[in-house]
């Protein structure tokens, strides 16, 4: 059967006798670091602001726009396509995701070259965010299969691309930026078309590495030596399984919603306009250009900790278990963004950890939760639940930018500067993090009442996350 199916179908990549799970980390890195591109967004707000937005009261907010729009398809199409996702097999989605993000990009090129803006939203935020959405939930959902036995650990290697992406993409779109024209003070819009032209093709072709060494494992596939009680012996972890219709129907499914999406909200708000935040804390520098690539080198950081903290804190969470460790993303998190706040531009090193340290938390967020919800809800249909609660990552990319940009453009008009454009928007997320730890706390284990009546249900029933 295998041999007659399709190329794109699940039997076409059923993995063999002997086949090595730790090929399958490759495979799964070559989407999400793509993908993970998305975090150097703003790095492309200066000069889109001074080409097509030059002149507008409202260019920070409108600059965030492709990038918000993208996030909230993201969180959509996750949770719309979840469903197809397991059903058509991770080599189906990868392939899919690889047309919409990278055709995003030459979409946004033909904008951008055409003077129509709205292009640029179109092809960046609603097809490159379809990619984001099916190709982030594909890798993930096939890790955790690999992996049953660590899976705080398998969705930290798979999700830790996606927050490396910047790493790459920020010092790129920098180079391509200024060896077409499209930095600095004299930005050409074509500069700036040719940089998504060229990045458009890059990805489409590492992405095409990805859905070519895919596996799944087979279906009566397990760790040697796994004892699946050793899991399920530990406090929140449920032996019981939960259908998506019922999950979405308890408590600990909203608790957890508004857990994820106050603590992306928290760090997407940095992420989104880091390049920018940089230039108004510490404008000090010899050239524009010299502030251009300290400003894109402080995105560079923030990616490398979003990506290390994906990994590191999602593991760590295996040994200490899920709900501590929301304990301490937002318990802590909220004490950093105070620090910051008060600090001001006093101290720079000190700004940096802080921020290092947030962006840390907020990546982990997302590698931990698949795990959270594991735990609460069992394997059975968890795929379509953890697409479910992206919507939450939706919300969030609105909220995120929204408040930073939005509040730094009315400081800005009013006269303020510096520091002073970001100190109420981080109040805020301050005041949004102590709200996630207390639904944290709230979270207990999930009534029987929403178990399923067999708790033996086959991993191959309809819609089980495989």
């Known amino acids: 059967m295998a041999a007659s199916a399709g190329f794109l179908t699940r039997e076409r990549i059923i993995a063999g006798p002997g086949w090595s799970r730790w090929l399958i980390p490759p495979a799964a890195l070559s989407i999400h670091l793509a993908i993970g591109q998305v975090y150097a967004w703003s790095v492309f707000k200066p000069p889109l602001e001074s080409t097509l937005l030059e002149g507008s009261a409202y260019a920070g907010t409108l600059s965030a726009m492709p990038f918000t729009l993208g996030i909230v398809m993201l969180g959509v199409s996750a949770a719309v396509f979840g469903t197809a996702v397991d059903r058509r097999g991770p080599r189906w989605a990868m392939v899919v995701a690889t047309v919409f993000f990278g055709g995003g990009f030459l979409l946004a090129a033909l904008g951008v070259s055409l003077g129509q803006y709205w292009l640029v939203i179109l092809g960046y935020g609603v097809f490159g965010g379809i990619g984001l959405g099916i190709g982030y939930i594909s890798p993930v959902s096939t890790l955790i299969k690999w992996f049953p036995d660590r899976p705080g650990m398998a969705t930290g290697m ?39 032209l060229v990045m458009g093709l890059i990805y489409l072709v590492f992405m095409s590495v990805g859905w070519l060494l895919i596996r799944v494992p087979a279906d009566d596939w397990h760790p040697a030596g796994w004892d699946a009680s050793k899991v399920t012996g530990r406090t929140l972890v449920t032996t019981a399984n939960v259908s998506a219709n019922n999950a979405i129907k308890t408590p600990q499914f909203w608790l957890l919603w508004v857990v994820l999406c106050f603590n992306v909200t928290a760090g997407i708000g940095i992420l989104e306009k880091a390049s920018p935040i940089y230039r108004d804390y510490f404008p000090d520098a010899t050239s524009p250009t010299a502030l251009a690539a300290a400003a894109a080198g402080f995105v560079a950081l923030l990616s490398l900790a979003n990506m290390t903290g994906r990994f590191v804190w999602s ?140 708790p033996r249900i086959e991993a191959t029933s309809p819609g089980a996350y495989r």
């Open 158 to 196: 798979a999700i830790m691309g996606f927050g490396g992406g910047a790493l790459i993409a920020s010092p790129l779109t920098s180079s391509l930026l200024s060896a077409f024209g499209g930095s600095g003070p004299d930005a050409a819009a074509g500069g700036v078309a040719t940089t998504f």
């Open 315 to 454: 593991t760590v969470s295996d040994v200490i278990g899920r709900k501590n460790m929301y304990r301490f993303y937002l318990g802590v998190g909220a004490l950093l963004y105070l620090l910051i706040t008060l600090i001001g531009d006093a101290n720079k090193v000190l700004f940096l950890i802080c921020t290092l340290v947030i962006l840390s938390f907020y990546g982990a967020g997302f590698s931990t939760v698949p795990a959270y919800l594991r735990d609460l809800f069992g394997t059975y249909q968890v795929g379509a639940i953890h697409g479910r609660l992206l919507t939450a990552w939706s919300v969030a990319g609105v909220l995120g930018p929204v408040i930073v940009n939005a509040i730094a453009d009315s400081e800005e008009a009013g006269g303020d500067k510096g520091p002073d454009l970001y100190t109420l928007s981080f109040s805020i997320m301050i005041g949004l993090l102590v709200v996630g730890f207390v639904c944290n706390e709230l979270i207990r284990p999930v009534h029987r009442r929403y178990h399923e009546p067999d």
